[in-house]
Protein backbone atom coordinates (compact mmCIF):
# COMPACT_ATOMS: atom_id res chain seq x y z
CA UNK A 1 0.00 0.00 0.00
CA UNK A 2 1.37 3.23 -1.02
CA UNK A 3 0.99 5.76 1.73
CA UNK A 4 -2.29 7.72 0.50
CA UNK A 5 -3.85 3.94 0.82
CA UNK A 6 -3.77 2.91 -2.60
CA UNK A 7 -2.66 0.12 -3.68
CA UNK A 8 1.06 -0.40 -5.27
CA UNK A 9 1.50 -0.94 -8.58
CA UNK A 10 4.08 -1.49 -10.63
CA UNK A 11 5.00 1.26 -12.13
CA UNK A 12 6.11 -0.69 -15.13
CA UNK A 13 3.06 -3.00 -15.92
CA UNK A 14 1.09 -2.73 -19.17
CA UNK A 15 -1.97 -0.50 -18.87
CA UNK A 16 -4.84 -1.77 -21.34
CA UNK A 17 -8.05 -0.22 -21.85
CA UNK A 18 -11.15 -1.65 -22.61
CA UNK A 19 -14.27 0.32 -24.29
CA UNK A 20 -17.54 -0.58 -24.70
CA UNK A 21 -21.37 0.22 -26.13
CA UNK A 22 -23.14 1.35 -23.43
CA UNK A 23 -25.77 -1.71 -23.24
CA UNK A 24 -26.41 -4.85 -21.01
CA UNK A 25 -24.87 -7.63 -23.54
CA UNK A 26 -22.29 -5.49 -24.43
CA UNK A 27 -21.32 -3.86 -20.66
CA UNK A 28 -21.30 -7.83 -19.34
CA UNK A 29 -19.00 -9.42 -21.73
CA UNK A 30 -16.85 -6.07 -21.96
CA UNK A 31 -16.13 -5.86 -17.97
CA UNK A 32 -15.42 -9.88 -17.31
CA UNK A 33 -12.90 -9.85 -20.61
CA UNK A 34 -11.62 -6.99 -18.52
CA UNK A 35 -11.20 -9.10 -15.37
CA UNK A 36 -10.13 -12.23 -17.46
CA UNK A 37 -7.32 -9.62 -18.80
CA UNK A 38 -6.42 -8.13 -15.12
CA UNK A 39 -6.08 -11.32 -13.32
CA UNK A 40 -3.38 -12.03 -15.62
CA UNK A 41 -1.32 -8.60 -14.42
CA UNK A 42 -1.84 -6.01 -16.35
CA UNK A 43 -3.83 -2.96 -15.05
CA UNK A 44 -7.03 -2.57 -16.93
CA UNK A 45 -9.72 0.11 -17.06
CA UNK A 46 -13.08 -0.45 -18.61
CA UNK A 47 -14.34 3.02 -20.02
CA UNK A 48 -18.42 3.40 -20.43
CA UNK A 49 -19.35 5.73 -22.10
CA UNK A 50 -22.71 6.80 -20.34
CA UNK A 51 -23.17 9.09 -17.12
CA UNK A 52 -26.54 8.11 -16.58
CA UNK A 53 -26.11 4.29 -15.99
CA UNK A 54 -28.39 3.77 -12.46
CA UNK A 55 -26.99 1.06 -10.75
CA UNK A 56 -23.37 0.98 -11.00
CA UNK A 57 -23.57 1.02 -7.02
CA UNK A 58 -23.33 -3.26 -7.19
CA UNK A 59 -20.24 -2.60 -9.37
CA UNK A 60 -17.67 -5.63 -7.88
CA UNK A 61 -14.60 -4.50 -10.25
CA UNK A 62 -11.86 -4.35 -7.26
CA UNK A 63 -9.99 -6.16 -10.19
CA UNK A 64 -10.22 -3.08 -12.51
CA UNK A 65 -11.19 -0.08 -12.84
CA UNK A 66 -14.09 1.39 -14.25
CA UNK A 67 -14.22 5.04 -15.88
CA UNK A 68 -17.24 6.98 -17.09
CA UNK A 69 -17.03 9.38 -20.04
CA UNK A 70 -20.04 11.47 -21.42
CA UNK A 71 -21.81 10.09 -24.39
CA UNK A 72 -23.81 13.24 -24.88
CA UNK A 73 -26.88 11.46 -23.60
CA UNK A 74 -29.70 13.30 -21.01
CA UNK A 75 -31.39 11.19 -18.81
CA UNK A 76 -34.71 10.72 -20.53
CA UNK A 77 -34.38 12.03 -23.43
CA UNK A 78 -35.68 9.79 -26.59
CA UNK A 79 -33.79 9.99 -29.79
CA UNK A 80 -34.36 7.78 -32.96
CA UNK A 81 -31.73 4.84 -33.04
CA UNK A 82 -30.41 6.91 -35.84
CA UNK A 83 -30.29 10.26 -34.36
CA UNK A 84 -28.89 7.89 -31.21
CA UNK A 85 -25.79 6.19 -33.02
CA UNK A 86 -24.65 9.84 -34.60
CA UNK A 87 -25.07 11.49 -31.15
CA UNK A 88 -23.01 8.93 -30.03
CA UNK A 89 -20.47 8.42 -31.76
CA UNK A 90 -19.50 12.69 -32.06
CA UNK A 91 -19.35 12.70 -28.87
CA UNK A 92 -17.62 9.91 -27.93
CA UNK A 93 -15.02 10.19 -30.38
CA UNK A 94 -14.15 13.50 -28.33
CA UNK A 95 -14.51 12.18 -25.08
CA UNK A 96 -12.79 8.74 -25.20
CA UNK A 97 -10.10 10.74 -27.51
CA UNK A 98 -9.59 13.28 -24.67
CA UNK A 99 -9.85 10.39 -22.17
CA UNK A 100 -7.27 8.34 -23.57
CA UNK A 101 -5.04 11.14 -24.12
CA UNK A 102 -4.94 11.90 -20.29
CA UNK A 103 -4.23 8.22 -19.46
CA UNK A 104 -1.05 8.85 -22.41
CA UNK A 105 0.41 10.96 -19.99
CA UNK A 106 -0.52 9.52 -16.91
CA UNK A 107 2.25 7.25 -14.63
CA UNK A 108 0.65 4.34 -16.82
CA UNK A 109 0.46 4.67 -20.03
CA UNK A 110 -1.97 2.58 -21.86
CA UNK A 111 -0.46 0.07 -25.29
CA UNK A 112 -3.69 -1.27 -26.33
CA UNK A 113 -7.29 -0.41 -27.05
CA UNK A 114 -9.42 -3.33 -26.59
CA UNK A 115 -13.00 -1.70 -28.27
CA UNK A 116 -16.30 -3.00 -28.80
CA UNK A 117 -16.68 -3.84 -32.27
CA UNK A 118 -19.46 -1.82 -33.23
CA UNK A 119 -17.85 1.01 -32.30
CA UNK A 120 -15.24 0.56 -35.26
CA UNK A 121 -14.25 4.14 -35.58
CA UNK A 122 -12.50 3.63 -32.24
CA UNK A 123 -10.09 2.15 -33.84
CA UNK A 124 -8.58 5.02 -35.38
CA UNK A 125 -8.90 7.42 -31.63
CA UNK A 126 -6.34 4.51 -30.25
CA UNK A 127 -4.13 4.79 -33.33
CA UNK A 128 -3.91 8.66 -33.24
CA UNK A 129 -3.15 8.40 -29.44
CA UNK A 130 -0.30 5.54 -30.76
CA UNK A 131 -1.78 2.57 -29.15
CA UNK A 132 -2.82 -0.87 -30.55
CA UNK A 133 -6.69 -1.59 -31.21
CA UNK A 134 -8.41 -4.72 -30.49
CA UNK A 135 -11.73 -4.88 -31.63
CA UNK A 136 -13.63 -7.36 -29.45
CA UNK A 137 -16.90 -9.33 -30.97
CA UNK A 138 -19.91 -9.92 -28.55
CA UNK A 139 -21.55 -12.20 -31.21
CA UNK A 140 -20.68 -15.60 -32.23
CA UNK A 141 -17.92 -16.92 -34.57
CA UNK A 142 -21.03 -17.88 -37.18
CA UNK A 143 -22.77 -15.26 -37.04
CA UNK A 144 -19.75 -12.49 -37.42
CA UNK A 145 -19.06 -14.81 -40.68
CA UNK A 146 -22.18 -14.14 -42.25
CA UNK A 147 -21.70 -10.53 -41.63
CA UNK A 148 -18.21 -10.33 -42.57
CA UNK A 149 -19.22 -12.25 -46.40
CA UNK A 150 -22.02 -9.42 -46.39
CA UNK A 151 -19.84 -6.80 -45.61
CA UNK A 152 -17.32 -7.96 -48.68
CA UNK A 153 -20.40 -8.53 -51.30
CA UNK A 154 -19.61 -11.79 -50.85
CA UNK A 155 -23.52 -12.67 -50.19
CA UNK A 156 -25.93 -10.45 -51.26
CA UNK A 157 -28.66 -8.64 -49.34
CA UNK A 158 -31.41 -9.14 -48.29
CA UNK A 159 -30.39 -12.65 -48.49
CA UNK A 160 -33.08 -14.46 -50.09
CA UNK A 161 -32.43 -18.04 -49.80
CA UNK A 162 -30.54 -21.06 -47.87
CA UNK A 163 -27.26 -20.34 -47.36
CA UNK A 164 -24.48 -22.52 -46.29
CA UNK A 165 -22.11 -20.85 -45.14
CA UNK A 166 -18.76 -22.77 -44.99
CA UNK A 167 -18.22 -26.41 -45.51
CA UNK A 168 -19.91 -28.87 -42.97
CA UNK A 169 -21.60 -25.89 -41.32
CA UNK A 170 -25.49 -26.40 -40.98
CA UNK A 171 -27.72 -25.09 -44.37
CA UNK A 172 -29.34 -21.94 -42.69
CA UNK A 173 -32.29 -21.12 -44.10
CA UNK A 174 -33.78 -17.49 -44.46
CA UNK A 175 -35.92 -17.35 -41.08
CA UNK A 176 -32.36 -19.06 -39.47
CA UNK A 177 -30.01 -16.26 -40.69
CA UNK A 178 -29.58 -13.12 -38.49
CA UNK A 179 -32.83 -10.67 -39.29
CA UNK A 180 -30.88 -7.44 -39.91
CA UNK A 181 -29.45 -9.39 -43.24
CA UNK A 182 -32.47 -10.85 -44.31
CA UNK A 183 -35.29 -8.10 -43.64
CA UNK A 184 -33.17 -5.42 -44.18
CA UNK A 185 -35.62 -2.55 -44.42
CA UNK A 186 -36.82 -2.59 -40.82
CA UNK A 187 -33.30 -1.28 -38.94
CA UNK A 188 -30.91 -0.36 -41.87
CA UNK A 189 -29.30 1.73 -39.34
CA UNK A 190 -27.89 -1.11 -37.20
CA UNK A 191 -27.72 -3.16 -39.75
CA UNK A 192 -24.96 -0.69 -41.53
CA UNK A 193 -23.83 -0.76 -37.87
CA UNK A 194 -23.54 -4.57 -37.69
CA UNK A 195 -22.07 -4.99 -41.01
CA UNK A 196 -19.58 -2.00 -40.09
CA UNK A 197 -17.36 -4.21 -37.91
CA UNK A 198 -16.03 -5.62 -40.77
CA UNK A 199 -14.64 -2.20 -42.64
CA UNK A 200 -11.56 -1.09 -40.53
CA UNK A 201 -10.00 -4.16 -40.07
CA UNK A 202 -7.01 -3.85 -41.76
CA UNK A 203 -3.62 -4.04 -39.88
CA UNK A 204 -5.90 -5.05 -36.83
CA UNK A 205 -3.30 -7.45 -34.88
CA UNK A 206 -5.45 -9.10 -32.60
CA UNK A 207 -9.65 -10.06 -33.17
CA UNK A 208 -11.14 -11.19 -30.01
CA UNK A 209 -14.44 -13.04 -30.21
CA UNK A 210 -16.84 -13.97 -27.35
CA UNK A 211 -17.17 -17.50 -27.69
CA UNK A 212 -14.72 -20.84 -27.21
CA UNK A 213 -13.02 -22.95 -30.38
CA UNK A 214 -14.52 -26.20 -28.99
CA UNK A 215 -18.41 -24.47 -29.43
CA UNK A 216 -17.66 -23.07 -32.98
CA UNK A 217 -14.69 -25.08 -34.14
CA UNK A 218 -15.67 -25.15 -37.88
CA UNK A 219 -16.37 -21.23 -37.87
CA UNK A 220 -13.05 -20.10 -35.89
CA UNK A 221 -11.37 -21.98 -38.41
CA UNK A 222 -12.45 -20.56 -41.37
CA UNK A 223 -12.82 -17.13 -39.89
CA UNK A 224 -8.71 -17.69 -38.92
CA UNK A 225 -8.05 -17.54 -42.89
CA UNK A 226 -9.91 -14.52 -43.19
CA UNK A 227 -9.15 -12.36 -39.60
CA UNK A 228 -5.97 -13.17 -36.58
CA UNK A 229 -9.14 -14.31 -34.48
CA UNK A 230 -8.45 -15.07 -30.78
CA UNK A 231 -11.82 -16.76 -29.07
CA UNK A 232 -11.21 -15.37 -25.50
CA UNK A 233 -15.03 -16.76 -23.88
CA UNK A 234 -17.31 -17.60 -22.94
CA UNK A 235 -17.12 -14.28 -20.25
CA UNK A 236 -18.99 -15.60 -17.51
CA UNK A 237 -17.87 -14.52 -13.74
CA UNK A 238 -15.27 -17.53 -12.64
CA UNK A 239 -17.35 -18.49 -9.56
CA UNK A 240 -20.34 -19.64 -12.06
CA UNK A 241 -17.45 -21.71 -13.95
CA UNK A 242 -15.76 -23.40 -10.91
CA UNK A 243 -12.93 -20.86 -10.38
CA UNK A 244 -12.01 -18.22 -7.92
CA UNK A 245 -10.79 -14.85 -9.47
CA UNK A 246 -10.96 -12.99 -6.65
CA UNK A 247 -14.18 -10.53 -6.38
CA UNK A 248 -15.65 -12.39 -8.85
CA UNK A 249 -19.22 -13.30 -8.17
CA UNK A 250 -21.35 -11.48 -10.73
CA UNK A 251 -21.04 -9.00 -13.57
CA UNK A 252 -21.11 -6.56 -11.37
CA UNK A 253 -22.49 -3.45 -13.26
CA UNK A 254 -26.46 -3.50 -13.83
CA UNK A 255 -28.50 -0.95 -15.80
CA UNK A 256 -32.06 -2.72 -14.48
CA UNK A 257 -32.55 -2.75 -10.72
CA UNK A 258 -32.54 -6.37 -10.05
CA UNK A 259 -35.58 -7.87 -7.56
CA UNK A 260 -32.46 -10.33 -6.10
CA UNK A 261 -33.46 -11.29 -2.81
CA UNK A 262 -37.36 -12.06 -4.13
CA UNK A 263 -36.66 -14.24 -7.08
CA UNK A 264 -33.72 -15.68 -4.86
CA UNK A 265 -36.12 -16.85 -1.85
CA UNK A 266 -39.10 -18.01 -4.31
CA UNK A 267 -36.73 -20.15 -6.19
CA UNK A 268 -35.65 -21.56 -3.00
CA UNK A 269 -39.34 -22.57 -1.92
CA UNK A 270 -39.23 -24.62 -5.33
CA UNK A 271 -37.88 -28.18 -5.72
CA UNK A 272 -35.21 -29.06 -7.64
CA UNK A 273 -35.46 -28.70 -11.70
CA UNK A 274 -39.12 -27.69 -11.43
CA UNK A 275 -39.13 -23.68 -12.78
CA UNK A 276 -39.16 -22.52 -16.18
CA UNK A 277 -37.08 -19.33 -16.08
CA UNK A 278 -37.90 -16.98 -18.90
CA UNK A 279 -36.30 -13.62 -20.49
CA UNK A 280 -35.89 -11.95 -23.62
CA UNK A 281 -32.90 -9.99 -22.35
CA UNK A 282 -32.11 -5.83 -21.99
CA UNK A 283 -33.41 -4.72 -25.36
CA UNK A 284 -36.08 -7.02 -26.81
CA UNK A 285 -39.87 -6.34 -27.52
CA UNK A 286 -42.32 -8.68 -27.35
CA UNK A 287 -45.80 -7.76 -30.01
CA UNK A 288 -48.75 -7.76 -27.42
CA UNK A 289 -50.04 -11.45 -29.16
CA UNK A 290 -46.90 -12.81 -28.52
CA UNK A 291 -46.84 -11.53 -25.09
CA UNK A 292 -50.53 -12.53 -24.73
CA UNK A 293 -50.00 -16.45 -26.02
CA UNK A 294 -46.55 -16.83 -23.65
CA UNK A 295 -48.37 -16.08 -20.37
CA UNK A 296 -51.21 -18.52 -21.11
CA UNK A 297 -48.47 -21.14 -22.19
CA UNK A 298 -46.85 -20.70 -19.12
CA UNK A 299 -49.85 -20.66 -16.91
CA UNK A 300 -51.34 -23.90 -19.00
CA UNK A 301 -48.43 -25.51 -18.00
CA UNK A 302 -48.71 -25.74 -14.70
CA UNK A 303 -45.40 -25.96 -14.48
CA UNK A 304 -43.69 -23.16 -12.27
CA UNK A 305 -42.12 -20.34 -13.67
CA UNK A 306 -40.01 -17.65 -12.96
CA UNK A 307 -41.11 -14.71 -15.32
CA UNK A 308 -38.32 -11.24 -16.06
CA UNK A 309 -40.79 -9.00 -17.90
CA UNK A 310 -39.03 -5.29 -17.75
CA UNK A 311 -40.88 -2.73 -16.49
CA UNK A 312 -41.60 -1.39 -20.24
CA UNK A 313 -43.30 -4.32 -21.68
CA UNK A 314 -45.29 -4.79 -18.46
CA UNK A 315 -48.53 -3.26 -19.98
CA UNK A 316 -48.44 -5.73 -22.61
CA UNK A 317 -49.39 -8.72 -19.85
CA UNK A 318 -53.10 -9.70 -20.65
CA UNK A 319 -55.41 -8.40 -17.86
CA UNK A 320 -55.92 -10.16 -14.97
CA UNK A 321 -53.00 -12.23 -15.47
CA UNK A 322 -50.92 -11.22 -12.74
CA UNK A 323 -54.14 -11.76 -9.93
CA UNK A 324 -54.85 -15.43 -11.88
CA UNK A 325 -51.20 -16.89 -11.00
CA UNK A 326 -51.26 -15.03 -7.74
CA UNK A 327 -53.28 -17.40 -5.51
CA UNK A 328 -51.67 -20.81 -6.74
CA UNK A 329 -48.08 -19.22 -6.58
CA UNK A 330 -47.48 -20.60 -9.67
CA UNK A 331 -45.59 -17.86 -11.15
CA UNK A 332 -43.68 -14.99 -10.04
CA UNK A 333 -42.72 -12.14 -12.46
CA UNK A 334 -40.02 -9.31 -11.87
CA UNK A 335 -38.89 -6.87 -13.42
CA UNK A 336 -34.89 -7.70 -13.36
CA UNK A 337 -33.07 -10.66 -11.88
CA UNK A 338 -29.42 -11.73 -11.30
CA UNK A 339 -29.82 -14.10 -14.16
CA UNK A 340 -26.58 -15.77 -13.57
CA UNK A 341 -27.57 -16.46 -9.84
CA UNK A 342 -31.58 -17.27 -11.30
CA UNK A 343 -29.36 -19.96 -14.05
CA UNK A 344 -27.17 -21.66 -11.26
CA UNK A 345 -30.12 -22.24 -8.43
CA UNK A 346 -30.89 -25.91 -8.56
CA UNK A 347 -34.70 -24.74 -9.02
CA UNK A 348 -34.45 -24.27 -12.73
CA UNK A 349 -35.08 -26.50 -14.77
CA UNK A 350 -34.79 -25.14 -18.29
CA UNK A 351 -34.82 -21.29 -19.53
CA UNK A 352 -37.30 -19.86 -22.31
CA UNK A 353 -35.07 -17.28 -23.76
CA UNK A 354 -34.55 -15.17 -26.45
CA UNK A 355 -31.19 -16.20 -27.37
CA UNK A 356 -29.58 -13.18 -26.78
CA UNK A 357 -25.75 -14.58 -27.56
CA UNK A 358 -24.98 -14.08 -23.73
CA UNK A 359 -27.53 -15.79 -22.19
CA UNK A 360 -27.00 -18.28 -24.82
CA UNK A 361 -23.21 -18.74 -23.63
CA UNK A 362 -24.82 -18.35 -19.88
CA UNK A 363 -27.25 -21.09 -20.30
CA UNK A 364 -24.26 -23.54 -21.91
CA UNK A 365 -21.97 -22.04 -18.79
CA UNK A 366 -24.43 -23.39 -16.31
CA UNK A 367 -25.95 -26.96 -17.59
CA UNK A 368 -29.62 -25.56 -18.46
CA UNK A 369 -31.25 -26.36 -20.88
CA UNK A 370 -32.92 -23.77 -23.41
CA UNK A 371 -36.43 -23.22 -25.12
CA UNK A 372 -35.42 -20.90 -27.75
CA UNK A 373 -38.01 -18.45 -28.75
CA UNK A 374 -35.34 -16.18 -30.63
CA UNK A 375 -36.46 -12.74 -31.57
CA UNK A 376 -34.08 -10.77 -34.01
CA UNK A 377 -30.46 -9.70 -34.89
CA UNK A 378 -28.25 -12.87 -33.88
CA UNK A 379 -30.85 -14.78 -32.07
CA UNK A 380 -32.39 -17.14 -34.91
CA UNK A 381 -29.23 -18.27 -35.82
CA UNK A 382 -28.26 -18.82 -32.19
CA UNK A 383 -31.57 -20.49 -31.86
CA UNK A 384 -30.66 -22.84 -35.12
CA UNK A 385 -27.10 -23.95 -33.30
CA UNK A 386 -28.93 -24.17 -29.90
CA UNK A 387 -31.41 -26.90 -31.53
CA UNK A 388 -29.27 -28.90 -34.53
CA UNK A 389 -25.70 -28.33 -33.34
CA UNK A 390 -24.70 -28.35 -29.84
CA UNK A 391 -28.42 -29.67 -29.04
CA UNK A 392 -29.54 -27.58 -25.96
CA UNK A 393 -32.45 -26.74 -26.58
CA UNK A 394 -35.38 -27.13 -28.53
CA UNK A 395 -36.95 -24.14 -30.86
CA UNK A 396 -40.78 -22.98 -30.40
CA UNK A 397 -42.50 -23.38 -33.09
CA UNK A 398 -44.30 -20.39 -35.42
CA UNK A 399 -47.27 -19.54 -37.01
CA UNK A 400 -46.77 -17.66 -40.33
CA UNK A 401 -46.52 -14.23 -38.28
CA UNK A 402 -43.91 -15.46 -36.66
CA UNK A 403 -45.88 -15.54 -33.42
CA UNK A 404 -44.98 -19.21 -31.29
CA UNK A 405 -48.98 -19.73 -30.44
CA UNK A 406 -49.81 -20.67 -26.42
CA UNK A 407 -50.50 -24.61 -27.49
CA UNK A 408 -46.81 -24.74 -29.05
CA UNK A 409 -44.97 -22.84 -25.82
CA UNK A 410 -46.86 -25.39 -23.60
CA UNK A 411 -45.87 -28.17 -25.65
CA UNK A 412 -42.17 -27.23 -25.91
CA UNK A 413 -41.57 -26.44 -22.03
CA UNK A 414 -43.24 -30.02 -21.22
CA UNK A 415 -41.55 -31.59 -23.54
CA UNK A 416 -37.93 -30.05 -22.11
CA UNK A 417 -39.17 -30.40 -18.41
CA UNK A 418 -40.94 -33.82 -18.49
CA UNK A 419 -40.12 -35.71 -21.89
CA UNK A 420 -37.59 -37.86 -22.99
CA UNK A 421 -36.30 -35.25 -25.39
CA UNK A 422 -35.33 -33.10 -22.80
CA UNK A 423 -33.80 -35.54 -20.65
CA UNK A 424 -31.24 -35.88 -23.56
CA UNK A 425 -30.58 -32.38 -23.70
CA UNK A 426 -30.01 -31.93 -20.22
CA UNK A 427 -27.16 -34.40 -20.64
CA UNK A 428 -25.79 -32.49 -23.53
CA UNK A 429 -25.90 -29.34 -21.83
CA UNK A 430 -23.66 -30.67 -19.23
CA UNK A 431 -21.19 -32.09 -21.57
CA UNK A 432 -20.66 -28.40 -22.91
CA UNK A 433 -20.67 -26.78 -19.42
CA UNK A 434 -17.63 -28.91 -18.68
CA UNK A 435 -16.12 -27.86 -22.42
CA UNK A 436 -16.89 -24.64 -21.46
CA UNK A 437 -15.05 -24.43 -17.95
CA UNK A 438 -11.98 -26.22 -19.76
CA UNK A 439 -11.74 -23.42 -22.06
CA UNK A 440 -11.25 -20.27 -19.98
CA UNK A 441 -9.73 -23.01 -17.26
CA UNK A 442 -6.08 -22.88 -16.48
CA UNK A 443 -4.43 -23.61 -20.03
CA UNK A 444 -7.57 -24.07 -21.74
CA UNK A 445 -8.13 -22.54 -25.38
CA UNK A 446 -9.30 -19.09 -24.41
CA UNK A 447 -7.13 -18.71 -21.38
CA UNK A 448 -4.51 -19.41 -23.42
CA UNK A 449 -5.14 -16.86 -26.25
CA UNK A 450 -5.65 -14.09 -23.28
CA UNK A 451 -2.58 -15.06 -22.02
CA UNK A 452 -0.82 -14.75 -25.26
CA UNK A 453 -2.52 -11.95 -25.49
CA UNK A 454 -1.16 -10.28 -22.54
CA UNK A 455 2.14 -11.63 -22.94
CA UNK A 456 2.87 -9.84 -26.49
CA UNK A 457 0.78 -6.43 -24.57
CA UNK A 458 3.80 -6.19 -21.96
C1 LIG B 1 -28.14 -8.12 -27.20
C2 LIG B 1 -28.22 -9.31 -28.17
O1 LIG B 1 -29.38 -10.06 -28.03
C3 LIG B 1 -27.03 -10.18 -28.09
O2 LIG B 1 -27.15 -11.31 -28.92
C4 LIG B 1 -25.87 -9.36 -28.47
O3 LIG B 1 -24.71 -10.13 -28.60
C5 LIG B 1 -25.71 -8.31 -27.41
O4 LIG B 1 -26.86 -7.50 -27.37
P1 LIG B 1 -29.60 -8.72 -25.05
O5 LIG B 1 -30.73 -8.79 -26.02
O6 LIG B 1 -29.74 -7.87 -23.88
O7 LIG B 1 -28.26 -8.39 -25.80
O8 LIG B 1 -29.39 -10.25 -24.56
P2 LIG B 1 -28.18 -11.03 -24.00
O9 LIG B 1 -27.06 -11.08 -24.95
O10 LIG B 1 -28.70 -12.33 -23.56
O11 LIG B 1 -27.71 -10.19 -22.72
C6 LIG B 1 -28.52 -9.94 -21.62
C7 LIG B 1 -27.68 -9.89 -20.37
O12 LIG B 1 -28.48 -9.38 -19.31
C8 LIG B 1 -27.19 -11.26 -19.93
O13 LIG B 1 -25.84 -11.19 -19.55
C9 LIG B 1 -28.05 -11.61 -18.73
O14 LIG B 1 -27.40 -12.35 -17.73
C10 LIG B 1 -28.43 -10.26 -18.20
N1 LIG B 1 -29.75 -10.30 -17.54
C11 LIG B 1 -30.89 -10.49 -18.27
C12 LIG B 1 -29.82 -10.13 -16.18
O15 LIG B 1 -28.80 -9.98 -15.49
N2 LIG B 1 -31.04 -10.13 -15.57
C13 LIG B 1 -32.18 -10.30 -16.26
O16 LIG B 1 -33.25 -10.27 -15.64
C14 LIG B 1 -32.11 -10.49 -17.65
Redesign the pocket.
Known sequence: MDRDGTSHINEEKAHILVVTYP????I??LLQFSKRLASKGPKVTLIIPSTTIRFPANASTSLISVAYIPDGHEEGEILSVDEELKQFRAVVSRTLGDFIQEQVESKFPPTVLVYDAVMVWALDIAREQGLHGAPFF??SCVVNAIYHLVHHGLVKIPVLGPFSLIPSAPLLEVSELPSLVTNTELYPVLMSMVIGQFSNLKGAKWILV?TFFELEEQAVKWMRTQYPIMTIGPTIPSIYLDQRLEDDKD?GL?L?K?EVEASMKWLDSKEAASVIYV??????SLGEEQMEELAWGLKNSKIHFLW?V?ESEKKKLPAGFLDEIAPSDMGLV???????E??AHKAVGCFV????????L?ALCLGVPLVAMAQW???PT?AKFIEDVWKVGLRVKTGEKGTASREAIEACVREMMEGEKGKEIRRNSLKWRELAKRAVGEGGSSDKNIAELVAELV
Do not use: K, M
Request: aromatic share 12%.
Open positions: IQGHNPTQNYSFPSFGSLAVRVGWCSQLVLTHCGWNSTETDQN
